[in-house]
């Protein structure tokens, strides 16, 4: 790749393992668990990100002229648009209809999964703005002459530096659970109003109520017969809805060997064998929910699981936040409130810039209404109540 100025280079690497490690994480940081080298790793070593998937790894490295990475970030080459939780179909659509190619692009993403978080991966001390970062995909976007680059699930900082710097911004939604410093679940439960407050211990009680055992394991906890289980259950989910699972069986069992504590497992035992699942993994402040799946039916079984004993351990583990993925309006009464989910786009085909544009200019104010009407939803308590 050119120089993207005097003193900086940009270089592009077909797998994660060409960039140390400790190059790698020193740009990442330990906050978020999905940008380390070691989950980036699990997803190319398990086969769940490559040729076979459509998702062809070009990490972006940015050098100064010692060599020192300055900053990088988790990009993609892709010939599709699955797996990314940020709907560009219609894009592409009307790309190919005017006689253009929307594929391949440039997807600067965690794989499979809508996880808010750093996307520009910039060392600290170095001084160098986001937008020098944003200048070089641009640039690698014509000089591979592709349709556009993408930054999904970027932080409000990025999405603010990548729209100076002329890319177009998007917004989405979704549902968080935010921790002030409750002491306990009946802490959480005491800031809800009396409606919610009860519906929530009924469906606490009837899970749990069900003959079944849970149980919370971390990193080498997990046996490999236990993963095994859990895939089963990921995969039959999978299956029902969506027709394809994404990860591989070895993704999983990776994720228990490198990232250790990291990975928080929920499972939901009967007789001592487990029947459902709910993965998890643990950055500095934050719990991620990923993954779930069930081969039997329990009430409110997946209430319990993915959203209950989160929230249980991120208070036991004082942690701010749960996010619990994407997409669900049901989890509004259940704790998760809305939030803004942000990601950028350089389009280089003048025509579907401006359309894009103009869609966006529609969108966004549709979000905030969104936005809005959801948060009327909540079911904490109001001042007066």
Known sequence: MPDVSPALSLSLHASIHEIPPAEWDACAGTDNPFVSHAFLACVEDSGSAGPKTGWLPRHAALRDEGGALLAAAPMYAKGHSYGEYVFDHGWARALEQAGGHY????????????????????????????????????????????????VTFCTEAEWQAL??????????????????????????????????????????????????EFVTLRGAEISAAQWAAFYGFYESTVDRKWGSAYLTQQFFSLLGERLGDRV??????????PVAGALNLAGADTLYGRNWGAIAEFPFLHFELCYYRAIDFAIAHGLRRVEAGAQGEHKIQRGYLPALTYSAHFIAHRGLRRAVSDFLELERPAVAQEMAALAELSPFRKEGD
């Open 163 to 212: 729209g100076e710097a002329g890319w177009l911004q998007r917004l989405g939604v979704q549902y968080h659970f935010e921790n002030p410093g409750y002491a306990d679940f009946d802490g959480f439960l005491g800031a809800l109003n009396a409606r919610k407050r009860k519906s929530i211990r009924r469906e606490r009680r009837d899970a749990q109520g069900a003959g079944l």
């Open 264 to 273: 928080v497992l929920m499972l939901a035992l009967q007789g001592g064998k």
């Open 103 to 150: 594929y391949p692009k440039l997807q600067v993403a965690v794989p499979f999964s809508p996880v808010p978080g750093p996307r520009l991966l910039m060392r600290p001390g170095t001084g160098l703005p986001a937008s020098a970062m944003a200048g070089a995909l641009a640039q690698a976007c014509g000089e591979l002459k592709l349709s556009s680059a993408h």
